[in-house]
């Protein structure tokens, strides 16, 4: 099942290192079944507090395959060069529908 991996970036303190590791990034996603779909394109915030200044998303081959990604050597190497340079979130999400009375919030009630 297919998984999609959302970044968004919060923050930038130091745009030369986030612009470094910007530059480094690609080669850590050789033989893993990743695909690109958006990397900060033009963006409007609907509804919510805002504070994105950017937003990427990649659509993995399966959960396993973005975890195995995200936790290899190549990646978390090259992850130090944007560490303290911006603030991001980063979530990792099941490609799938979730029935109405499974979701969450579960109500307080």
């Not at 900060?40 to 990649?58: I, R």
Request: aromatic share 10%; charged share 25%.
């Amino acid at each position: 099942m297919p998984a999609c991996l959302i970044s968004l970036c919060r923050d930038v303190t130091d745009r030369k290192r986030l612009e470094d590791y910007w530059a480094n990034v690609a080669p850590s996603f050789e033989g893993v079944e990743a695909k690109p779909l958006v990397a900060y394109a033009p963006f409007e915030v609907l509804e919510g507090n805002g504070g994105v200044l950017g937003v990427v998303l990649f659509e993995f081959s399966s959960m396993e395959e973005a975890r195995h990604w995200y936790t290899s050597p190549a990646y978390q190497e090259v992850k130090k060069r944007r560490e303290g340079a911006a603030d991001f979130d980063l979530i990792l999400v099941e490609g799938k529908i979730v029935p109405a009375a499974q979701r969450m919030p579960k109500s307080s009630s």
